[in-house]
């Protein structure tokens, strides 16, 4: 692990850090973007090449920015959290082009997780509405609910209606405008 590209990546998180020390400083920083490069040639300011995946990190102490960070890097910060926003980053992009594909976006595993529908409550995409009595809480706590029913054609059709309303008039357009994305 402590590679060439390692010792890079500390020293140009470490420069960018309010901390001094890698191991204080990489508890200063959130995953805040993707984009996908075109060519799968983009490169890491560890200098590790050919990715696809660029993620942009920011520090939540001084605003810095650091990009592109491969995964493999933010790996490195050992972090769960930090891994677990990659994960849903990824998710949000295959919602994305599976709908610019005109594919309907169901409430399963291969679109969702229960940490993508806490990022999209989180970033507000649940708006409020009589249907929810005001509170996108409501929303989250209902597809929450629904994503963990294992056998879905056990969910009575009037839920099914709920769940494609949701989905179709708020999470959807959200994620495919949703600027974290890239273009
Ligand atoms: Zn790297």
Not at 37 to 60: A, K, R
Not at 146 to 172: C, H, N, Y
Request: aromatic share 10%; with cysteine; charged share 25%.
């Amino acid at each position: 692990m402590k590679t060439a590209n390692f010792h890079a990546l500390r020293r140009a998180v470490t420069e960018a850090s309010t901390a001094s020390k890698w191991k204080t400083g990489v508890l200063e920083w959130e995953v805040t973007s993707v984009a996908e490069h075109p060519t799968g040639e983009g490169e890491c300011v560890c200098g590790q090449t050919n990715l696809l995946w660029l993620y942009t990190i920011t520090n939540t102490h001084n605003g810095a920015e650091l990009f592109p960070i491969g995964s493999t890097c933010v790996n490195h910060f050992e972090r769960t959290d930090l891994n677990r926003q990659i994960a849903v980053f990824r998710k949000l992009v295959h919602i994305r082009s599976a709908a610019r594909e005109g594919r309907q976006i169901a409430l399963t595993t291969e679109y969702f997780s229960r940490a993508v529908l806490d990022y999209l409550y989180d970033v507000g995409a649940f708006t409020p509405d009589q249907y929810n009595e005001n509170d996108g809480w409501n929303d989250w706590e209902f597809l929450r609910k629904m994503f963990g029913v294992r056998d879905k054609t056990e969910i009575s059709p009037k839920r099914q209606w709920k769940i494609r309303k949701i989905l179709d008039q708020k999470a959807v357009p959200f994620v495919i405008n949703d600027d974290r994305l890239g273009d």
